[in-house]
Each structure stands twice: as C-alpha cells, then as structure tokens.
Nanobody
Framework: QVQLVESGGGLVQAGGSLRLSCAASGPTFATYAIGWFRQAPGKEREFVAAISRTGGSTDYGDSVKGRFIISGDNAKNTVYLQMNSLKPEDTAIYYC?????????????????WGQGTQVTVSS
C-alpha cells in the first residue's frame, strides 16, 4: 500500500507561485498513477491535475489549465504540482492521491489512497 505525504503549501500573494510535492513510500510506486485534488471550505473536492504512471500523459482541471504543471520523478518517488499565477480562488487544501495502474482518473472516487493534504492560501 502506498503512503502519500504532501508538502509545499503556504501563504502567497495573488500572482505568485508555489510548488507542491507528493512524496510516496511503499513498494512499486512507479506502478501508480497520481492525481491532485483540492477542497475549499463548503465546496466539493475538485480535480486539479493528474499524471500517468509513466508520466507520458497528464490532464488538468479547467480552472488551472495553463497555470499549473504536474510532473513526476519516479527515482525520488515524488510528484510535483507547480502552481503559477495563483488566484485567491485557488485557496484550498490540496491533496494528492494514487491508484494502481498506468492510467489516471478524474474523479476522487477513482483513487483509493490519499495524503493528509496541505493548505494553500492565496491573498488578494
């Protein structure tokens, strides 16, 4: 079973950047696809980005396309989410999640394994 730990969250001004990390422990991490989701108070968990096991395929939520970049480093068992041009509406707890197999999903229910989340706050 994969265990996931997010880091890199914090407080940033609008227009700034942050890079989140999702570090995985456990065997055969390279066989998992990874997704990033976020949840703001009073809102449903929202798909942000995902990357396939090989890193050859990625997808993004409409609200972050062109601003966020997901990447992976299998040697380090880590997936990154580079967040640029941040907006106040990006404020949320960000979670990484994993699922067995090469292909990622776009729904939270597609992922059985979750990290504890990291808070991102964007001030106006």
């Amino acid at each position: 079973q994969v265990q996931l730990v997010e880091s890199g969250g914090g407080l940033v001004q609008a227009g700034g950047s942050l890079r989140l990390s999702c570090a995985a422990s456990g065997p055969t991490f390279a066989t998992y696809a990874i997704g990033w989701f976020r949840q703001a108070p009073g809102k449903e968990r929202e798909f942000v980005a995902a990357i396939s096991r090989t890193g050859g395929s990625t997808d993004y939520g409409d609200s972050v396309k062109g601003r966020f970049i997901i990447s992976g480093d299998n040697a380090k068992n880590t997936v990154y989410l580079q967040m640029n041009s941040l907006k106040p509406e990006d404020t949320a707890i960000y979670y990484c999640a994993s699922r067995w197999g090469g292909n990622f999903g776009l729904r939270a229910s597609d992922y059985p394994y979750w990290g504890q989340g990291t808070q991102v706050t964007v001030s106006s």
